[in-house]
């Protein structure tokens, strides 16, 4: 079965550094999304992709945050001055439609890339 | 704006036991509703979802929820527990911003005991 896969699985950066999570999304995959889990608890949204541009994005997603799509097969999370509370697992998902036979296709989700700022 | 809520931030169920994992929803229009689950160091993984129709919902693994309008509640549940049951389930529920992101509950940790 096709699945979203994330890297690396694990990353560690100097509060201030640059980090690039990256994914790849289901191949026939339209919409992309980014979420984001602290200690295992809430699943908070981040930003919404479509088309090559953000659907929508969260009061988290601010300047120090862009994604892309550069190639048509990877999806990538920037943060450009990493601090330390965004240490986190850094999800990526998507799904083939908004809508499918009426009602909302279900996430597809990678395995995270857990972010350590230190 | 869409919500859901999950009451119980953990539950403890025995090995054969029957389980529920609570969810209750607040929406406006008609109530799309989906279970996840997450277990260790993994992403979270579709389980079922109501969209209309039949109030008991099939899903994977064994599980089904119960839709349940004059609560406002969509439990999660499955007859027998295994103790590879055990993981993280979030309830949730698209939103009606036009992206249809996934709103999801708080979370709640299934631990089943041998």
């Known amino acids: 079965e096709p699945e979203v896969t994330q890297t690396p699985s694990h990353q560690v950066t100097q509060m201030g550094q640059e980090v690039i999570l990256r994914c790849v999304p289901i191949s026939n995959h339209l919409y992309f999304y980014w979420y984001r889990q602290i200690l295992g608890q809430k699943v908070e949204f981040l930003v919404s992709f479509y088309n090559n541009e953000i659907s929508e994005k969260s009061e988290i997603f601010d300047d120090q945050f862009s994604v892309e799509r550069p190639d048509g097969s990877n999806f990538t999370l920037k943060i450009r001055s990493t601090k330390l509370e965004d240490s986190a697992m850094y999800f990526c998902a998507s799904s083939e439609a908004l809508v499918v036979g009426g009602y909302n296709s279900p996430l597809h989700f990678g395995n995270g890339t857990r972010l350590t700022v230190t | 704006a869409q919500s859901v809520a999950q009451p119980e931030d953990q539950v403890n169920v025995a090995e054969g036991n029957p389980l529920t994992v609570k969810c209750t929803y607040s929406v406006s229009g008609n109530p799309y509703l989906f279970w996840y689950v997450q277990y260790p160091n993994r992403g979270l993984q579709f389980l079922l979802k109501y969209i209309t129709g039949d109030n008991l919902v099939k899903g994977s693994y064994g599980f089904e929820a119960e839709f349940n309008k004059s609560q406002t509640s969509f439990h999660l549940k499955k007859p027998s527990a295994l103790v590879s049951d055990s993981a993280l389930y979030f309830c949730?529920?698209?939103?009606?911003?036009?992206?249809?992101?996934?709103?999801f509950g708080t979370g709640t940790r299934l631990k089943v005991l041998a």
């Open positions: 949730a529920v698209p939103s009606t911003s036009g992206t249809y992101k996934y709103i």
